[in-house]
């Protein structure tokens, strides 16, 4: 099946600093990817659908300066939290769609801000 | 967004079969339902989806009442390596956006 990679896995990282999560599909061509957050024992929560080379569209009460998102190419999405607080320490997967109906998820980065 | 209800927790018995329902009373005439389940620690992963017709993979089956009112995701011998959250998720056709409910635990018991 297909393989999606997110780079870090984990990251720890000083309140106020700004954090770079990648997300690739490995084995095919994402027109659209996803990304998602998941705090402790809570389910998914969608944050940006973004479709390669135009703007992400981010869900209700997600701050769109706040995260950040790139689809520059068919094949990678970076998500970037900016001046990152502790508040924002949470699981961050990403997802990504070669056809209708199939969702490929990646492995999640953890997210701690001290 | 349309919803689905599942029970909090399930168990079951290693090799036995598994019976995971899910409810979906406000689903639309266009809305595919979707399964995933997630371990701990990973990303969700693709279980099965349907649209009308009951489906059947190499994971698992899938029941889909005539109403379309409801369905259950069937693993036919659970194993260890079953346990985890089970999401059952609607996906408005087109849009492919996936809202996650709170999911099933399923434990596996040895």
């Known amino acids: 099946g297909a393989v999606v990679s997110q780079h870090p896995s984990w990251v720890i990282c000083k309140s106020g600093t700004s954090v770079k999560i990648e997300c690739r599909s490995l084995?095919?061509?994402?027109?659209?990817m996803f990304w998602y957050r998941q705090f402790p024992k809570q389910s998914l929560m969608l944050m940006a659908t973004?479709?390669?080379?135009?703007?992400?569209?981010?869900e209700q009460g997600v701050e769109k300066d706040k995260f950040l998102i790139n689809h520059a190419s068919l094949t990678l999405s970076t998500l970037t939290v900016t001046s990152a607080h502790p508040e924002d320490s949470s699981f961050y997967i990403c997802?990504?769609?070669?056809?209708?109906?199939?969702?490929?998820f990646g492995p999640g980065t953890r997210l701690t801000v001290t | 967004d349309a919803k689905t209800t599942q029970p909090n927790s399930m168990e079951s018995n290693e090799e036995e079969p598994v019976h995971l329902p899910c409810n979906h009373s406000?689903?639309?005439?266009?809305?595919?339902i979707h399964w995933y389940r997630q371990l701990p620690s990973q990303g969700p992963e693709y279980v099965i989806h349907?649209?009308?017709s009951n489906v059947n993979n190499r994971m698992a089956s899938l029941a889909i009442a005539e109403d379309r009112k409801s369905s259950t995701l069937i693993l036919h011998r659970a194993t260890l390596r079953d346990a985890a959250v089970y999401y059952c998720?609607?996906?408005?056709?087109?849009?492919?956006?996936?809202?996650f409910g709170t999911g099933t635990r399923l434990t596996v018991i040895p």
């Open positions: 406000t689903i639309s005439g266009t809305d595919y």
């Open positions: 998720i609607l996906d408005q056709t087109g849009a492919n956006n996936l809202f």
């Open positions: 084995d095919f061509q994402a027109t659209t």
């Open positions: 997802s990504a769609r070669d056809q209708p109906y199939e969702q490929y």
């Open positions: 973004s479709n390669e080379g135009s703007k992400a569209t981010y």
């Open positions: 349907g649209l009308t």
